[in-house]
């Protein structure tokens, strides 16, 4: 369910991109510009996002699960030997 629901969002992110490239205006005033890079970066943060989540999403609950394992262990460590 939830690969699903980060493929559809990686999926809309693109068309929303390739819908609204065209309309934004790099050449006119300052604020025009500033306002297009800002929204074509944010746009490429959420795309980039559920790409590395889609990617990545079960090595790092692994890397989580592993490191809690390990702190679990060195506590157990030191109330063996306090």
């Known amino acids: 369910m939830r690969r699903s629901r980060l493929f559809l969002c990686f999926i809309l992110g693109i068309a929303i991109v390739f819908y609204g490239v065209p309309y934004l205006n790099f050449q006119a005033d300052l604020k ?20 590395i989540a889609l990617l990545y999403g079960d090595r790092m609950k692994q890397i989580k699960t592993t490191r809690k394992n390990i702190s679990i262990q060195k506590k157990q460590k030191v109330r063996q030997y306090g």
């Open 32 to 51: 025009t510009t500033i306002f297009s890079a800002t929204w074509l970066l944010f746009a490429l943060m959420a795309i980039s996002g559920n790409l």
